[in-house]
């Protein structure tokens, strides 16, 4: 039964709904090899571990996921993008991140190839790495799952959809997929 009052109605919906919601992009490109660029993260989050290229969308702006990559591979990559540059591999729901709150991420497969890694950037170093290198690199466990079994498998170019419940980011295996589309 809902509280006669309004303003007890909203301080219910507060309680009901601690964690918000962020939206943000992922970004993985390689080399003419096909090795993954990483960066080394500075800060938070993911602190010291190797991670995708990526950020949150600026929803003020009305800015799309798309836009979004485009945006974050000019800022964090110094190279320009178009749509068809971007290849949306897994849409992917985790929940209360990191106690960071709700996430929805956008996992984009670059098409276009890098000759080197980026200069260094506030935000942590670059480096490649050759696919069998990956499952000992010090990455998020989650991450790491996403990109060794979703986006860097041969015959991968379905969208993935993901939902990732809280305490996943620690236990990759609880992963569920809800869609593969392709």
């Known amino acids: 039964m809902l509280p006669s009052n309004p303003s007890d109605q909203s301080e219910q919906a507060s309680v009901s709904k601690p964690h918000r919601y962020r939206i943000g992009v992922l970004l993985y490109l390689r080399n003419q090899d ?9 800060r938070a989050p993911n602190v010291g571990l190797w991670c995708a290229v990526g950020g949150k969308l600026e929803m003020d702006t009305g800015e799309s996921p798309f836009e979004c990559a485009i945006r974050e591979a000019k800022e964090e990559v110094g190279i ?9 591999r897994c849409i992917l729901s985790e929940e209360n991140y990191e106690n960071t709150g709700h996430w929805l991420m956008f996992i984009f497969e670059i098409r276009c190839q890098l000759s080197e890694p980026p200069q260094p950037i506030d935000e942590g170093v670059f480096s490649f790495f050759k696919h069998e290198e990956l499952e000992a690199l010090s ?4 991450d790491k799952r996403v990109l060794i079994d979703r986006i860097l498998k041969e015959e991968a170019s379905a969208l993935h959809v993901l939902h990732a419940g809280e305490g996943v980011e620690k236990e990759p295996s609880l992963l569920v997929e809800e869609e593969l589309i392709g």
């Open 80 to 88: 320009a993008l178009s749509e068809k540059d971007v290849s949306l």
């Open 34 to 42: 096909g090795d993954v660029l990483l960066i080394k993260r500075s």
């Open 139 to 142: 990455m998020p466990p989650l």
